[in-house]
Each structure stands twice: as C-alpha cells, then as structure tokens.
C-alpha cells in the first residue's frame, strides 16, 4: 500500500542531485531521521530527511522585520504572513529500490516528484530486516517498525557500541543479551560471555521479584573474579610472554624450555604444575645465565602476588560457554589493572583456541570498557589484551568468534580493532574528539549524521554498517530483564552509608 503524499521535490541551488535532495512539505508533519520515499525511473528511491527547517519569506530580511514591528504593529497583523510558512525537509537519498535489491541514485529525480512516507514493507526489505528471526534491539523511530537485526549481519564481522557514559550502552547490551537468550534452537543459537568491569549485567543471574520482568537467571552462569584460577600448564609461552610484556628472545627461549620441561613431567605422571614449580624449575637449570634468572624470576614472583594462577582451570573454559546461554564474568572487585588486563587476554586466547578446536560454541564476547584493554595508545601493561583481541577482530569471523566492543571514549579505542567491527551503533556522544574519530572509523557516515549523533537522547541510537547498510536511527526497546541494582543516586548511597555507620555503632556500644 502506497504511503500518504507529504511532499513535493523542489529545486535548489545544490538540489535536486543523487546526494542531496529537498522537498516543500505540503502535508502533515516531519521529523529528522525519517525515511520517505518516491518514484524513480529506475524503481523507488529511500531518502532520510536530515533537517527540517521551517521558513518564511515574510521573515527572510531582519532589517525589515526590525523596522515593522520597531514601529508597533506587529507584521502578523498586516500581511497574511501564517500562509507563507512553509516546511522544508533536507534529505540524503540513501538508494534506489527495485525488485528486491537495492542500488545506489546516480541520477537525480526531477522536481515536482511527489513524496511519501517510506512504506513498512519497503524500508524492511530496503533496511535487510530479518523479520523471522532477527534481533529486535528497538523500533525505527517516527515508523512504528521493529529493528529486527539479521544476527550474522550484525555479530559476525563484529559491534562496537558507542557513546558517552549514562547513554545507554549497558541498557543496549542487555537488550541485545535477551535476545540472544530468547532465541530459539532452529535459527541458531550462540553462546555469550560479558567481561564486565562494574558487575553491570550481574541482575541478568539473579532471580526476579517483580513479576512483570522476564527471568534469565537459570540460563546464566556468574563467575566472579576470586573464583578464578588460570591454570600454568595451559599457559604457552606465547600466552605467557603476552602477560609479561617486554621479554627478550632468549627469556622467551629459557622460559619455552621450562614449561617444555614441566609439562614432560606432568605426563610421565607428576601431576599438574604451578608458578612455584617454574620458579623452582629456573633455578635449578644450570644452563640459564645468572641475569636471565633474576629477571624471569622477578617477573614469576610478580605473577605470584596476583593470586591468578594455580595447577588447575577454574572454572574450566570448556564448562563456562553454553549455546544459548550467558556467562558473566564479573570483574567488579578486582581493582589491579594488570590482573585485569590479564584475566581479559586469558579468557579472549583460550576461547579463541578453543573455538578454532571446535570444543566450544560460536560465541559473542563482550568486552565492556573496551578502550581499557585494547588501547589506542599503550603502555606495556595496558597492552596485555591488545594483540589477542586485535586478532580475533581480524580473524573471528572464519571460526565463529565474534566480538562486541563497547566504549564511552572512542578516541582512546584501538583503531585496528575498532575497524574491523563492521556494524558500529551510537548513541549520544558529543566530545568532538570521539565524534571525529567516529567519523574516520564508520564508513557511510556524513557530517550531517556526525551532527545529528549530538542530538541523540538518552536510548537513541544510530546504527552503521554491515547490519543494515544504512545508516538507521532508532529507539531502543524498553528491556524485558530487571535492572542492575548497581546503579544508585548519590542521595540513596549517602542515605545507606549513614544509616550503616550508625547500625555499626550501636553494635559497638552493645558491646562495651
Ligand atoms: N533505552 C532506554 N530506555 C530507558 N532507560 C534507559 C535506556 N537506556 C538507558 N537508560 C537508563 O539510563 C541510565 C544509564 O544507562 P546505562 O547504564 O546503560 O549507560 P551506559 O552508557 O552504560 O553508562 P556507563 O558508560 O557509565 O556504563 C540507566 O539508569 C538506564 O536505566
Ligand atoms: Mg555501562
């Protein structure tokens, strides 16, 4: 069914032209980031309007306005200025509709075209919506029309998710676990595993009280950071020498032998093999030089105090993925970047590993504060991750190992990584360093998007890249889980510390 006429083309100075196109609205109203449609010679042309300015001739010239209403009538009075008000909305044409594909306007449409509303039926083909088994992140704003995302389209060649702090990036990524949760086993079910640094999804384990939120918590395993346990004989001196940055050849040559050494041992029957064991291992190897031995034992003991490593996985990798399934691993107490940062590129090489071995599922990993571990700029400690998750984001997507980076200082994200991620969504961001960098990183993004990125609310996205082709404006669906509880007003933490501090004093008084 044709869409309600809004519009007419008009020609302008720049217009129409296959990149710009502005048409006077002759009927009802229209919003910035709606599509609209018209007939084209070679099938439908999509458009986004990206402003819609309001203009009339009797306004046009200020000194004259000034000098009319300076003399006390006002100039509504006099003229029939209200007819003169029109509508004009700017629009990008984004492409040419026909037969099911779509391709680029090379030829601009004439003026005097008509324009309509883009219909539903279009737009969803037009925007590759998978409307059986898409993921619905959110409805396209002004269209009534569900964001359904084709999972591979948008996870495969991986996500970046954007945006200033408090724009909804947490609220996004829970929407987008639920439904990977809700999916069902015919359309393809992956595994999914959240490195979360504020134990932001930890509500997704919890059980329900309220009973209108749907509860995930039997599909979702917790595993908080004092629980784990990296086991040595699985480390390889690749994995090793990317926790200890900085080793020379022969360190790493010394250090390959060790665990050569150690791991013979352990299958003639010693058993598994701990940083003590290495310890004790250098020490009593007569062929490594003295000054190799202090700096590769300095470095062990340093890996010692961290209380990370021990003779066994725990959890072990392969229990703690489950198609279907979300696995949180919660970083909230950990308060040493470096344990962070080597929990973060542990997990990342083993569930790359393993995936290429097949013994797990095709997974998404979410890295939250992506810009922590996978700097632009890097010291040796913060670069611990940046290798292994900038080969996974080159080579995930021929095994099945997809990444979500998720960042609110997109400047200081690694360029390598962020570019790989073929789908990027947005919301609100206004630091021009982050809105440039964006920018350069987000192909099929232009300046008038750039713009538009500033105005965005909280729970507004725009979306680019491979998912949809086009960029696509839109509001994120409200979420069916509960909330994290983490977040409280600064009142309510200043009310609980009050009140807990004088619950401990009462205490104290009982027991004098
Ligand atoms: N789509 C939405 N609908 C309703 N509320 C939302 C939406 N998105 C975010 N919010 C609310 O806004 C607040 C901030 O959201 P969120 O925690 O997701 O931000 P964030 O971008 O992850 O911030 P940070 O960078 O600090 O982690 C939350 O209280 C959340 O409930
Ligand atoms: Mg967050």
Redesign the pocket.
Known sequence: MAEKELGTVVSTPDGPSPAALDFVVTSGVLHRGQFVELDYSEGTMIALVTDVIKTNRYFERADSVKEFEANGSALFEQFPTSEWEYLIAKTRPLGVFSDNLTKRATYPPSPGTKVRLAAKENLTKFLHFDTEHGLEL?QVDHHDLPVKLNMSALLKKHLAIL?????????????LFEELLDRKKEAGRIATIVLDP?G?YSSFAEPVLDKSKTDYSSRTKIVKAHEIQIGVPKLSVGILSGIIPGLSSPQKRDLGKIISKLRAEMKSGLGPFDLHDVLDTLNSTPEIKENTKVALGGWIVSLMELNLFGKTDSPPISDLLKSGNLTIIDLGDVINTKKKQIIVSYFAQRLFYERRRKTIPPFLLVL??AHQFVPEKAGKDSAICRSIIRTIAREGRKFGASLCL?S?RPVQLDTTALSQCNTHII?RITNPYDLKHIGESSEGLDSKSIEMITSLR???ALLVGEATHYPLFF?????KSQ??RH?ISLEQAAVDFERNSSEKDDETRELL
């Open positions: 959110g945006a200033l702090s408090g724009a909804g990036k947490s609220y996004l990524t829970s929407v504020h932001e939250e504060e998720i609110q919301l909280v729970g507004e509001k994120v669906r409200k979420r909330e994290s977040e």
